[in-house]
């Protein structure tokens, strides 16, 4: 069974329970025993079911591929952001020579008019960002390429939702790709500066040469703190005239223009995607099922009965579940011959060596758990399962075959012949060898004894 983590888990439980609302109750006797036999509390054992159901009906694989996609995806995403950012510094520098305030415009106005748009959905909604969320999990279920997954991303959204991890999820994800952009944009900057030679002006209709000072100076304060120069006010002065050609003045624009890039741009989205990954990481970390939804309360009884049960007999259904052995040759030890269902009419059970076990005839619940529960801790290493091919191999025989071969390394089926004086119904015999050959099981019309008590025909 393929290793999960316990989100992994968590979300696999919770697709399980969509499904089952959405579709009906699933054939989960086997599901059930193993989480039985497993022990541990109730969500334990529901996300013991639903790990095994999930690798059975291929759903723990389409987790798989969806989780590559949303890699691809993220990928993708990140290379558009790097890209963004380039091309927001390109702009920025656009011009010559370069006029600062639309330089700052065209590095921070965006960003920070999405930023104040994140908050406050954030704080008034807790929702903002979903078109960027939904963007990527359109993108991961599309790179996944399984149509199995399109179950996945409902039962995500619907997990988190209950415990408000999504804003952080999504905040992480928004604010981690702007935080690219920004070093993109700071990155590309600190190269075009570093390779080319700039001039700074600012330019106005309407507005006066202190309102200019004033604002350079305010949005220089916090960068100062860290370093970064301010132009003096007669520099501030002199660049409303003309580019200065003085190298200090450059120097100055250039530092203060790298500056605010990082207080403003790089530093807030830095701090909000760190704050947003370990709320989401403190969240998901008390992440639980929750055992008041109807899907899982009617679990109780079924995974911690006070009486339990097994057992179905419906027609057979169109494709069976290939059988594979969950035991292997080191673990397992020794030869048990089995039946199901056998009449009076038959002597049971035959001469056997005394190398092999008899486990009598499976003609109730009772006999069937027991041997299973057996089974279960001491697997044999030979398993012979007797049928009668006068009845028809309707899903119940079929599941607990399925269940016996799991819990065996080597499984044989021997289909007896009819008492004497009857004959087999062909078209029932040749259900039987459909079914078996679907279960990729080896079958017999005589006892294979000598493989069953030395391995070898």
């Known amino acids: 069974m393929t290793q999960l983590t316990p989100l992994q888990n968590l979300w696999l439980t919770e697709t399980i ?152 999820a999504l905040g992480t994800l928004v604010n981690g790709l702007w935080l690219l952009a920004m070093l993109s944009a700071l990155v590309l900057l600190l190269t075009l500066m570093a390779t080319r030679r700039y001039g700074f002006v600012w330019e106005t209709t309407i507005l006066s040469a202190d309102t200019f000072i004033n604002m350079t100076q305010a949005l220089g304060a916090l960068p100062a703190l860290l370093g970064f120069n301010v132009p003096t006010v007669e520099m501030i002065s002199a660049s409303g005239n003309g580019a200065l050609d003085i190298e200090s003045a450059r120097q100055a624009w250039a530092t203060w223009l790298v500056g605010v890039l990082v207080v403003y741009g790089v530093l807030p989205r830095l701090l909000l995607a760190v704050f947003c990954f370990w709320r989401w990481c403190r969240g998901k970390a008390a992440l639980s099922l929750d055992l008041n939804l109807p899907g899982y309360a009617q679990l109780r009884e079924r995974l911690m009965p006070t009486s339990e049960r097994l057992g179905i007999n419906d027609a057979a259904p169109e494709q069976l579940h290939r059988v ?59 398993l012979l399962i007797a049928c009668d091919p006068r009845r028809s191999p309707d899903r119940g025989s079929l599941a607990l075959i399925a269940e ?27 259900d039987w060898h459909v079914a078996l050959q679907q279960l990729e099981l080896e079958f017999a019309d005589c006892a294979p004894l000598n493989w069953l008590e030395s391995g070898h025909d």
């Open 17 to 168: 329970r969509l499904r089952e609302e959405h579709a009906g109750p699933l054939e989960d006797l086997e599901a059930n025993r193993l989480a039985r036999a497993a022990g541990g509390d109730l969500p334990s054992r529901i996300q013991r079911r639903a790990a095994w159901l999930a690798e059975r009906d291929g759903l723990s694989a389409a987790l798989t591929h969806w989780l590559q996609g949303a890699r691809l995806a993220l990928v993708l995403l990140m290379v558009f952001a790097v890209l963004s950012g380039a091309g927001l510094a390109f702009a920025a520098l656009s011009q010559i020579p370069v006029n600062v305030f639309w330089a700052l415009g065209s590095l921070l106005g965006l960003n920070l008019i999405l930023l104040l748009s994140w908050a406050l959905g954030l704080i008034f909604a807790g929702e903002h960002g979903a078109t960027l969320g939904r963007l990527w999990l359109w993108l991961s279920e599309k790179f996944a390429r399984d149509a199995k997954a399109a179950q996945l991303a409902p039962a995500l959204l619907l997990m988190l939702q209950r415990k408000k991890l999504n804003r952080w």
């Open 404 to 430: 016996l071969a799991r819990n065996a390394s080597a499984t044989r089926i021997w289909l007896l012949q009819a008492p004497p004086g009857e004959a087999l119904d062909s078209a029932r015999l040749g």
């Open 324 to 382: 594979e052995s969950h035991v292997s040759a080191h673990a397992s030890d020794g030869a048990l011959l089995v039946a199901i269902e056998l009449d009076d009419q038959r002597p049971w059970p035959p001469a056997l060596p005394k190398t092999v076990s008899n486990a009598g005839i499976l003609d109730s619940r009772e006999s069937r758990h027991k041997l299973l529960e057996q089974l279960s801790r001491f697997p044999p290493a030979r």
